[in-house]
């Protein structure tokens, strides 16, 4: 059986590794590695962008918060208000509870990082380029569940098969699966 499945693993290997190699009625082989490479950068490349300047528009936005004009008011320390709510969680406010008493944190400003919430924005658009990439290909995926549970049942179809298929060779072998 060892050998078997080492030889089905082979087979596999050399199929992939001929992909490189074959060359398609255009002249051009199956799969390029540099044409790889070249959309994973570029791809990397247009994330990054996007992280950059979604970064660059919450610094600017952070700032422009945190530069209060001294004429229109005087800036104190800033407060954190804390309290329970009904489910027993903890709620953290600029704005105290409006339904009953809140404990409140005067904050050191030299202690204070300021970080932008993340934006899921990019990841909506990922997936959304990634389902329709895939329902063209028909490549399933962890964001489309049907896909995934087909997937699921033909995998196990295969090993039945593949079970069925390695107990008829040892019987027409009379061997042990080794």
Do not use: C
């Amino acid at each position: 059986m060892k050998s078997v499945s080492y030889m089905m693993i082979m087979v596999m290997l050399i199929g992939l590794g001929s992909l490189f190699v074959l060359k398609r009625p255009d002249g051009k082989p199956w799969i390029n590695a540099e044409e790889l490479v070249q959309k994973a950068q570029g791809s990397a490349q247009t994330v990054f962008q996007y992280s950059e300047h979604t970064l660059n528009k919450a610094v600017g936005k952070a700032k422009e918060l945190a530069d209060i004009d001294p004429e229109k008011e005087v800036r104190s320390d800033p407060v954190i208000y804390k309290w329970r709510d009904e489910n027993g969680n903890w709620i953290y406010s600029d704005k105290p509870n409006p339904k009953g008493d809140s404990l409140h944190h005067t904050l050191d400003p030299s202690r204070v990082t300021i970080m932008a919430a993340e934006d899921t924005a990019i990841l909506d658009k990922l997936a959304s380029e990634k389902s329709a990439n895939e329902s063209q290909h028909g490549v399933p995926s962890a964001l489309n569940p049907a896909a995934v549970n087909k997937l699921m049942k033909d995998a196990k179809n295969v090993q039945k098969l593949m079970d069925d298929r390695t107990k008829q060779l040892d019987d027409a072998t009379g061997g042990n699966g080794d």
